[in-house]
């Protein structure tokens, strides 16, 4: 008698994902805003612009969290990773001065786990609530033949609006202008292919205590989301460019953001470098340029201000309780970081 084939015996359960999915929608619905018209349980969502904005342009980012899951899967912890989806979109469409309003997220796994799926969309649900947009939907797809047992993956999608004319691109920078950071959390969700490689190669785990600190709630503290701040201080200052620090470090992003024949000029000693950093450089033998060209080494968000304006960003920042820190200044010269 020939084997009697299902979708279940192949490796996908239907109805498990169903049961999954519905269960998220009293979640998901913390975030909905007055805007949504149609949301998670359909086949797409529905978000009407309204009449908030007199010529509004759409921002949209794509982004995921890179081998940082592999650390969250390695300690059975998922409650954060979420968060750094979200924040990684957030922050890259902030950049030019888009107001986050929804996002999406896609959950490909092996075989779909009902309590790590609920875990990450807590988290991406808290980052929805703290970027204050509508977790609009997304999608979840359970494939055995493309991971491992236990193994996931993410990707995040957000969508911001900006009126024309406050479009922040980084054309109005002149030299004098100052570059003013905002600290990072840590590592955020950049590096962590180095990061492994380097705990790995010295056989420590992911759960040792260093330094007094235990490793695991240091890589996985997810990825600040500096939204409320940034949006306050657009509706009060001239910011000329924003950029998120990401892959890359300061020495990588900040330039996107400069007009030709413009470069930067950071003082490093203005920042301080969490002991994260310094822990990976020294155990891993990693040469200090290398350090700021893959890592954010404790500044998360950058601006670029005129110099009459640095003191009005220290003073509102205090009020959120974050701390700004003027780094450098633009200069004439080739669209690069001179770090000094």
Sequence with gaps: ME????????????????????????????TWRPELLAGIGGFAGVFAIGTKWKNPCLVAGSDGVGTKLKVAIALDRHDTVGIDLVAMCVNDILCL???????????????????????????????CEEARCTLLGGETAEMPDMYSEGEYDLAGFAVGIVEREKIVGGKN???????VGFPSSGLHSNGFSLVRKVLHSSRIGFDAQV????????????????????LSLL???????????????????????????LGVVVN?????VPWIFRFIQEVGKIPEEEMWRVFNMGIGFTVVVA??????????????????????KIVKGERRVLLV
């Excluded at 490796?11 to 049961?19: R, S, T, W």
């Excluded at 509706?235 to 024949?261: C, D, F, W, Y």
């Excluded at 490093?268 to 301080?272: D, K, V």
Aim: glycine share 12%; hydrophobic share 40%; net charge negative.
């Design 3 to 30: 084997e009697q084939w299902t979708y279940r015996k192949a490796g996908v359960d239907i109805d498990a994902a169903e049961k999954a999915l519905r269960s998220i929608e009293g979640l998901a619905r913390r």
């Design 97 to 127: 001065g888009a107001e986050p309003v929804f996002f999406l997220d896609y959950f490909a796994c092996g075989r779909l786990k009902s309590e790590v799926f609920q875990s990450v969309l807590q988290g991406i649900v808290q980052g």
């Design 173 to 179: 920078i002149r030299a004098g202008d100052v570059v």
């Design 211 to 230: 330094e007094g600190q235990n490793l695991a709630e240091e890589l996985l503290r997810p990825t600040k989301i500096y939204v409320s701040l940034v």
């Design 235 to 261: 509706q009060e200052l001239e910011i000329k460019g924003m950029a998120h620090v990401t892959g890359g470090g300061m020495v990588e992003n900040l330039p996107r953001i400069l007009p030709s024949g």
């Design 268 to 272: 490093r000693r203005e920042i301080e």
């Design 307 to 328: 110099e009459e304006e640095v003191g009005k960003i220290v003073k509102r920042s205090v009020e959120y309780g974050e701390k700004a820190l003027p780094l450098g």
